[in-house]
């Protein structure tokens, strides 16, 4: 059975830094796509970032996220992380890591979300002005 299980939410100031992180079990697949969401309060959930876990290059990154979130993976601890520098106040709400192994490693990303069908519980981010 496929689980996943954020850490790491917490409250920022502006400006300020978080690290997220994304256990990963049970996926017997030798490559899948692992991605990081944000939904606001009220919002839709959107993509933030994602990668293929096999193969490590060339993530994806939302334009709002740009230049101040890095994605990145530790196959060795099953792991998915997510950097998160320079925050604003637009970035808080929960944010959850998603798997699809409907997915190879030369797909193009984004990937639909309604490929993604194992989510974890999600985590929250408030960032303060």
């Known amino acids: 059975q496929e689980h996943l299980v954020e850490s790491g939410g917490g409250s920022v100031q502006a400006g300020g830094s978080l690290k997220l992180s994304c256990m990963y079990s049970g996926y017997i697949y030798a490559g899948f796509c692992l991605g990081w969401f944000h939904q606001a309060p009220g919002k839709e959930r959107e993509g933030v970032a994602s990668t293929y876990s096999a193969r490590f290059s060339n993530p994806w990154y939302a334009d709002t996220v740009k230049g101040r979130f890095t994605i990145s993976l530790d196959n060795d601890k099953n792991t998915l992380y997510l950097q998160m520098t320079n925050l604003k106040p637009e970035d808080s709400g929960m944010y959850y890591c998603?798997?699809?192994?409907?997915?190879?490693?030369?797909?193009?990303?984004?990937?639909?979300?309604?490929?993604?069908?194992?989510w974890g519980q999600g985590t929250q981010v408030t960032v303060s002005s």
């Open positions: 998603a798997a699809s192994v409907f997915c190879m490693n030369n797909y193009p990303h984004p990937r639909p979300i309604e490929e993604y069908k194992t």
